[in-house]
């Protein structure tokens, strides 16, 4: 069966460390999503592809960023971690053109 | 700019009682609206869209553009709706992308 994963699950790391998140889907979708939960803010859009070499930034993309190398990757990486970035992050795929959209488990990151 | 609007951060029902759990959204153009939801420890799933007038799991949701509000109703609330439910709009067709309400938290208790 198709599916949409992230990895790691849980991660804690320190202040001003590099962390790269992963996201894979099996759906051969075109476009992906990367959002961050927060109590109080629901889920914001950090980065989105619609295709490959295709990279969109989102409402809160400073300190982020993505590169689509492939249909199924879209990983997220933030280049220096701040405890700011303590979040839950998911990710989410689409075929587009009115097809349902499918999320991962979800990630939560700890920045110490 | 795309807005989405969810005023309850918890509703708290009995089972059995009615549930409006309500949506409110701003949006210059057409707009189409979902209702994802959570359950605890689990991915975010959709549960219905507006396109297709569906009832899931006898929740159903009216698109009212006069008012811009999309709320998800049921009537009859059960212990296994407890969940978290986030209402989204698409600011292109289908879900190209979706913006989200800030969530709703609904506790059904016995």
């Known amino acids: 069966d198709a599916e949409i994963t992230q990895s790691p699950r849980h991660k804690i790391t320190e202040t001003g460390r590099q962390v790269t998140l992963a996201c894979h889907q099996t759906?051969?979708?075109?476009?992906m999503f990367w959002y961050r939960q927060d109590l109080g803010h629901g889920l914001r859009l950090i980065h989105y592809?619609?295709?490959?070499?295709?990279?969109n930034k989102g409402e809160v993309s400073d300190g982020y960023s993505v590169s689509r190398s492939n249909t199924e990757d879209l990983p997220l990486t933030l280049e220096s971690a701040a405890s700011s970035q303590t979040s839950v992050y998911f990710c989410?795929?689409?075929?587009?053109?009115?097809?349902?959209?499918?999320f991962g488990q979800g990630t939560r990151l700890t920045v110490v | 700019a795309q807005r989405v609007t969810q005023p309850e951060k918890l509703l708290s029902v009995f089972k059995g009682a009615p549930v409006e759990l309500k949506c409110n959204y701003s949006?210059?153009?057409?707009?189409?609206l979902f209702w994802y939801v959570q359950y605890s420890r689990q991915r975010l799933q959709l549960l219905l869209r507006?396109?297709s007038r569906e009832s899931i799991k006898g929740f159903t949701a009216d698109l009212n553009k006069g008012e811009t509000s999309f709320h998800l109703k049921k009537p009859f609330a059960q212990e296994e709706d407890s969940a978290m439910y986030y209402c989204?709009?698409?600011?292109?067709?289908?879900?190209?992308?979706?913006?989200f309400g800030t969530g709703t938290r609904l506790l059904v208790s016995p």
């Open positions: 759906w051969n979708h075109n476009n």
């Open positions: 592809s619609y295709g490959v070499q295709d990279t």
């Open positions: 989204a709009l698409s600011v292109l067709t289908g879900f190209q992308k979706l913006v």
């Open positions: 507006h396109i």
């Open positions: 989410a795929s689409s075929g587009g053109g009115g097809t349902q959209a499918f």
């Open positions: 949006y210059s153009g057409s707009p189409e």
